[in-house]
């Protein structure tokens, strides 16, 4: 069962009983006020007999001079009386009792409803009354005493009350068709509020579905301040998510292909030199020693080409997953660690590093990933730059962060390809890359290592003047207490190959 056929059942069901229940209510109310009405309407007339039998004893009292009738006549003056009445359509018989003996006779046959109020009560100062119904016919029977000289009497009269049956029955009858008109109307007024207020619900229900089918650009437009509102808000907050994460995933499953075909590419291409000039020194009987030489340099060259590529491919795939241990490091010291390993490789090209750092600078760091992202750096400015060139490697604090600048005076990177460059395998001058042994993962390496350690690095590089490199990390606090500071001047290696 539906939501609304839910809502809309339970609130018919609530109607029906609150409406039906007042209409009952106020049908016994009338129903009460009826009888009352024509209790008192027959208590009147049974109240003028009975003042027209003490007028007539009285009569005969006053006639006969004595000063309180005997029984007898006193009976006999009270039946005169009664003789004199008349039944009709509404009074339909009357008696007179003394005790439980009746002392009037009535041919009417309804002597026995009066006999029926007279023996139930036997108290005889006792005023009440008693309905019967006779065939068709309802009855009201009244009892009332009546006292006569002295002598307890009662008389008791049956009324015809069928026309008041009747108009109850009709008020009953009206008061149903009333109430099932009510309830039909209240139904379809009903329906058509729980529809109306229910409608966004449907919208919902049909945005969820399209957004299911992969529509998820789909947003529902929803106005007012109620919870179904709110609902179609929190609604399009999940869309809006959905459709982000679902286009990271394209994303990302679009950089894994181009990952993966770049890949092959790169793999493909010193296989092919390798493959090709194996070939030539395995078909070849007899090589010349200079030819020999030459092929033999070109497979080392391409194998370690290789092997750098699947380096730093492993290295990049691992970055993330390493058990990591992060500890509070003193900048100074990598920088100066750095700076003695990376000596030997600028010497051979002839360059020189120059180093500093202002003192007392720490962060939080795994110390070995750390001196990969920097070396990774000061490599890239190398491969870059010619023989007897500057590369600089300083280290300050800007703020509540630590900034480290990688300076070097190479050919620069063109503006339009500053974009591309982080990207894995992306090189801006591929044959001077392979040249120098790159693998076009650098850079895409130092972006998820820096945001290991929750640092970012920017590049500002310009044609033929070189490139600077800029990275900022939170400090942290030293582990121990810090040593007195000490200014590091920097260093600068001017060895030469």
Known sequence: ?????????????????????????????????????????????????????????????????????????????????????????????????????????????????????????????????????QGEQLLLALNCPLPLEQQNYRLVCVFDVTSLDQQLKSQAFTALALGILVSVAAAGLLLLVVKVQLRPLDQLSQASRRIAAGNYGERVQLRG??????????????????????????????????????????????????????DLLYIQ?????KKRMEYAGIIVEETKRMRSLSSKLMELLNV????????????????????????????????????????????????????????NFIDNGRKASPEGSLIKLLARRQGNKAEILIRDYGQGIPKKELKKIRQPF???????????????????LCEEIARIHKGSFDIDSRVDQGTLITLRFPLAQPDTPSQPAVKEEPHEDTTRS
């Open 1 to 133: 069962m539906k939501l609304w056929q839910k809502i809309f059942l339970s609130s018919l069901a609530l109607l029906a009983v609150v409406t039906n229940g007042l209409s009952l209510v106020f049908l016994y109310n009338t129903q009460e006020q009826l009888w009352q009405r024509e209790a008192q309407r027959a208590a009147v007339q049974q109240q003028n007999m009975m003042n027209a039998i003490k007028t007539t004893v009285i009569n005969q009292r006053l006639q006969s001079g004595q000063i309180c009738l005997p029984e007898t006549e006193t009976t006999d003056a009270a039946a005169s009386a009664l003789s004199s009445q008349e039944a009709g359509s509404y009074l339909l018989a009357f008696q007179l009792y003394s005790g439980a003996r009746m002392l009037t006779t009535d041919d009417t046959g309804l002597c026995a409803a009066a006999d029926i109020v007279s023996e139930e009560q036997s108290d005889a100062g006792l005023t009440y009354t008693r309905s019967f119904r």
């Open 225 to 278: 301040s109620d919870e179904l509102t709110d609902l179609g808000q929190d609604m399009n907050r999940m869309a809006q998510a959905v459709q982000s994460h679902v286009g990271q995933l394209e994303q990302a499953a679009e950089d894994q292909k181009t990952f993966i075909a770049n890949m092959a590419h790169e793999m493909k291409t010193p296989l092919t030199s390798i493959l090709g000039f194996a």
């Open 285 to 289: 009987k007899e090589v010349p020693e």
């Open 320 to 375: 993330g997953s390493q058990n990591l241990i992060f500890t509070s490091e003193r900048l100074a010291s990598v920088l100066n660690e750095v700076a003695a390993a990376m000596q030997p490789v600028l010497n051979s090209s002839g360059m020189a590093l120059q180093y500093g750092c202002e003192p007392d600078l720490y962060l939080l760091m795994d110390r070995e990933l750390f001196k990969s992202l920097l070396y």
């Open 426 to 444: 992306y090189m801006v001058d591929k044959s001077r890359s392979r040249k120098a042994g790159g693998a076009g993962l650098g850079l895409a």
